[in-house]
């Protein structure tokens, strides 16, 4: 891997692209309508964002495909934000895990060149493996930035000290909840009791990215596959193999095959957010 200087890799997520700013945009916009920076400022509701969060959550959403640019400065909704924007409307649960799929999956779907989305998954994958414990954000961001430096060591990663703030201010997001709260601070975090079948389905496609695998190919749901989703759907092996199954009997191009070497899943077609409404 070549050497690239460090203002060119970002391999931090900006915490003033929080979670109910993004929500908020794509609530005031309309399917077809353009808009930047500016008219959002300007429009109703949107005075308590500050500049920054508008101008951030902007491009934290170009990168997750929910907005794309026709313009230098201007935005517009794509089939994937019209999609979110649906499911934040009369879903949110469902589009609050879709949202945390896209901030995780990015690295592995977009051919890991998204570095700011493998830090959300690293991060993820601290918290799963620390539960319930929640080691102070200092610690987390010491063994964050350690890992980036031993898995990057050519292009000397910089991982922004907010970046623990803004995946937490993510998670917090999930219901059935990852974390359990007191007076809005962090106790402990808990395994999620189920979540959404469109999660599930989509981490069907996230494991078929992560093992290269085409659609139609089955994958054996074994212990140690299944384990590389728990820190993604934040839920034990035994209840993300439950939710797999349950999403078989709801999406007709997801199945189950079961043989003498255990379950296999397969995907019949490619998988986007869109599918879901």
């Known amino acids: 891997m070549c050497s690239l200087p460090r203002s060119s890799i970002p391999f931090h997520i900006q915490q003033s ?3 109910a700013y993004i929500e908020h945009i794509l609530s005031i916009v309309s399917n077809d309508q353009v ?7 300007s429009g109703q509701g ?4 500050p500049s920054s969060g508008i101008s951030r959550s902007l491009q934290l959403g170009k990168k997750l495909g929910l907005f794309e640019k026709p313009d230098r400065s201007i935005y517009k909704l794509t089939a994937r934000g019209r999609a979110c924007r649906k499911l934040a409307l009369f879903r949110r649960e469902v589009y609050c895990d879709v949202m945390h799929f896209l901030l995780f999956a990015t690295w592995e779907l977009g051919g890991r060149r998204h570095y700011w989305s493998w830090s959300y998954a690293k991060t993820c ?8 414990s929640i080691r102070n ?3 987390i961001f010491g063994q964050l930035s350690a890992e980036a430096a031993e898995e990057f060591p050519d292009l000397d990663p910089v991982v922004g000290t907010e970046t623990v703030y803004a995946v937490t201010n993510w998670l917090r997001e999930l219901s059935p909840p990852f974390f359990v709260l007191e007076n809005n601070k962090l106790l402990a975090s808990e395994e999620r009791e189920w979540f959404s079948v469109e999660l599930a389905l989509l981490a069907v496609s996230y ?3 992560t093992r290269g695998a085409v659609v139609q190919t089955p994958l054996l749901l074994d212990g140690d596959t299944v384990e590389l989703l728990s820190p993604l759907c934040l839920a034990s092996v035994d209840r993300v193999v439950a939710m797999i199954e349950t999403a078989s009997r709801t999406f007709p191009f997801l199945d189950i095959h079961t ?3 255990g379950s296999s899943v397969v995907l019949r077609q490619a998988v986007d957010i869109p599918m879901l409404i």
């Open 17 to 19: 692209a929080q979670p």
């Open 35 to 41: 808009f930047d920076a500016e008219s959002l400022r």
């Open 46 to 49: 949107t005075h308590q964002i």
């Open 125 to 132: 994958e601290i918290f799963w493996h620390d539960k319930p």
């Open 137 to 139: 954000r200092k610690a």
């Open 207 to 209: 494991l078929h990215a």
């Open 259 to 261: 043989g003498e070497w």
